[in-house]
């Protein structure tokens, strides 16, 4: 395993020689290895003060549990969402899902590998990607959820389980639906594919907006026998 990361990281140096780092926002050289400039960096909206169950953006001064999941705790324990569903993200986010773009692929990817590093308290058995129906996946050509999954799985060497979940329900595009009516779409959308044998999954995707998908992912997962479940996602969207 040490040799694969070896050969990673010279993967990655080399890369870095021919294509060296560009901030993808203002085309300025790119810092530690991302495609993006520290001031660029640090303009970007960190979602520092959040709901410490399911990230929701909390007012500024505000700390803990939002009232949401005081009210109804979300099936999963924690989720780990370093920005916010805000310009820039919205394009880089939506350049890399329906254009295949892989230059913010690897910024996304880096930019949540950065905050997992620093904040993760324990390293899960599994990494489990949202599935896309596979409709939906013939349109697209490819699960953006998965291509944030893999560098992670490689980073922290967990194993990534690509076709552990099935979604068996298209769903209607949840961004169009209020709060309420997208837990109800998403009700009953996901079935495992195989028996789960792992005790703390983290389920990846690319953006969170009201927590219901993820959350009813992290439903199946524990009524499989999961003790913890944990949510790992580029952004997350305010309520709607
Ligand atoms: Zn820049
Ligand atoms: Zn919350």
């Known amino acids: 395993m040490k040799r694969m990361l070896w050969v990673y990281d010279c993967t990655k140096y080399v890369q870095s020689l021919f294509f060296p780092p560009t ?34 953006p909390l007012a500024p001064a505000a700390s803990g549990i ?97 076709g552990l979940a099935r979604r068996i329900r298209a769903t209607a595009t949840q961004s169009l639906l209020p709060a309420e009516e997208r837990r109800r779409n998403v009700r009953g959308a996901f079935e495992l594919a195989r028996p789960l044998r792992a005790r703390h999954v983290a389920i990846v995707d690319d953006v969170v907006a009201t927590g219901s998908t993820v959350g009813e992912l992290a439903r199946l997962l524990r009524r499989a026998g999961a003790e913890r479940v944990d949510v790992w996602a580029v952004a997350r969207a305010g309520r709607s």
């Open 23 to 56: 901030c993808l926002l203002c085309g300025a050289p790119g810092a530690d290895g991302l495609d993006l400039c520290p001031g660029c960096l640090r303009s970007l909206p960190w979602n520092h003060a959040c709901c410490t169950r399911c990230a929701a």
């Open 66 to 162: 939002c009232g949401q999941c005081l009210k109804h705790p979300p099936a999963f324990d924690a989720a780990l969402t370093p920005l916010l569903y805000r310009p820039p993200l919205d394009w880089l986010l939506q350049g890399y899902k329906f254009n295949r773009r892989l230059a913010p692929g690897r910024l996304l990817s880096g930019l949540l590998e950065r905050h997992l590093v620093r904040h993760l308290d324990a390293v899960p058995d599994l990494i489990l990607p949202v599935p896309l129906h596979p409709a939906r996946l013939r349109e697209r050509g490819y699960n953006q959820a998965l291509e944030l999954a893999r560098p992670l799985a490689r980073a922290l060497e967990v194993p990534l389980a690509a």
